[in-house]
């Protein structure tokens, strides 16, 4: 099957990462809520995984998708601890907002 | 055919990320995100990375959200409340976020030699990130062992019931 073919600026899909990224960017700035903010840095880490695949792409060189591999493994146990802690937080407060969990605000 | 993929898969990952900000609910928002990360992997198959294509699939849109829909339905989160949110991302926040879209949409425009640089059939294969990934970074493979094990025990520490000094809850 001829998926790959010569049609697409590679620099389309950076565009696409970039604005990806900053659409995470605004989700974490405007969401009020401790799960979906983490949702945002989510989306963050797989906009940058494709600017890297597109790079790895672009030099044929096996070393980017190698930096997603880990990044993936950083991102999944990052996943595990953070909502771990979102756990122990809501416990603590019984809430999941973040305009209520202040406690470490000047 | 190429553009048609990319076209559309690109479409469906701005429309999950757009809807990812504008649902109320969590559980939708979750949702959503899964179809970013699905539609992701697909763009990952068109740039020739087979092996994260899959592992994006399993790991991300599987295993990471799986806890993520888990918790939200754990902790049963219900509507976000709108705030207006703190005086510090509106006036630095958005601006800064604009200008960080801009300098990396031009950085990545005026890339030297990147301009006009198309798709080729170039395809990594599992097996050649493999050969580099158990032979020169190998170290690092192994190492990555350690930090899950350390963020298992440290989920399980923070997730437990019990007090700040770990004593039991009467």
Redesign the interface.
């Known amino acids: 099957m001829?998926?790959?073919?010569?049609?697409?600026?590679?620099?389309?899909?950076?565009?696409?990462s970039?604005?990806?990224?900053?659409?995470?960017?605004?989700?974490f700035?405007?969401?009020?809520?401790l799960?979906?903010v983490?949702?945002?840095i989510?989306?963050m880490l797989?906009a940058v995984?494709?600017s890297f695949?597109?790079f790895?792409?672009?030099w044929?060189e096996?070393?980017g998708?190698?930096f997603?591999?880990?990044v993936?493994?950083?991102?999944?146990?990052?996943?595990?601890?953070g909502?771990?802690?979102?756990?122990?937080v809501?416990?603590a407060r019984s809430t999941?907002?973040v305009?209520r969990i202040d406690l470490m605000k000047l | 055919?190429?553009?048609i993929?990319?076209i559309i898969f690109?479409a469906l990952?701005?429309t999950g990320?757009?809807n990812?900000?504008f649902q109320k609910q969590?559980i939708n928002?979750?949702l959503s995100?899964i179809v970013?990360?699905t539609s992701?992997a697909v763009?990952?198959?068109?740039?020739?990375?087979e092996?994260?294509a899959a592992?994006?699939v399993i790991?991300?849109a599987g295993?990471?959200m799986v806890?993520?829909t888990l918790?939200?339905m754990?902790?049963n989160?219900g509507r976000?409340?709108?705030?207006l949110?703190s005086r510090a991302?509106h006036t630095v926040?958005?601006p800064?976020?604009a200008a960080?879209?801009a300098v990396?949409?031009t950085s990545?425009?005026k890339?030297q030699g990147?301009?006009?640089?198309?798709?080729?059939?170039?395809?990594?294969s599992t097996a050649?990130?493999s050969?580099?990934?158990f032979t020169k970074?190998l170290l690092?493979f192994e190492v990555?062992s350690v930090?899950?094990l350390?963020?298992?025990l440290?989920?399980?520490a923070?997730?437990r019931?019990g007090d700040a000094e770990g004593r039991e809850p009467k």
Not at chain 1, 2 to 16: A, G, I, K, N, T
Not at chain 1, 20 to 25: A, K, M, P, Q, R
Not at chain 1, 74 to 80: H, Y
């Open positions: 001829h998926l790959v073919s010569h049609e697409v600026p590679l620099v389309w899909y950076l565009l696409l970039a604005v990806l990224f900053c659409l995470g960017v605004v989700g700035l405007i969401k009020r809520n799960i979906t983490f949702m945002s989510e989306l797989n995984n494709l695949v597109t790895a792409h672009q044929h096996v070393k998708q190698i997603v591999f880990f993936m493994v950083v991102a999944a146990a990052e996943a595990a601890v909502l771990a802690i979102i756990i122990a809501f416990r999941l907002a305009d | 055919m190429h553009l993929l990319f690109a990952c701005l990320a757009v990812l900000l969590p928002s979750a995100l970013v990360m992701l763009l990952y198959l068109l740039l020739g990375a092996f994260l592992a994006q790991v991300y295993a990471i806890l993520f918790v939200v754990l902790l989160a976000e409340e709108r705030t949110g991302a926040g958005f800064a976020v960080i879209l990396i949409a990545f425009i890339l990147f301009g006009d640089a198309r798709m080729d059939d170039h395809i990594t050649d990130l050969a580099v990934l970074l690092p990555t930090l899950i350390v963020a298992i440290g989920s399980v923070l997730a019931k």
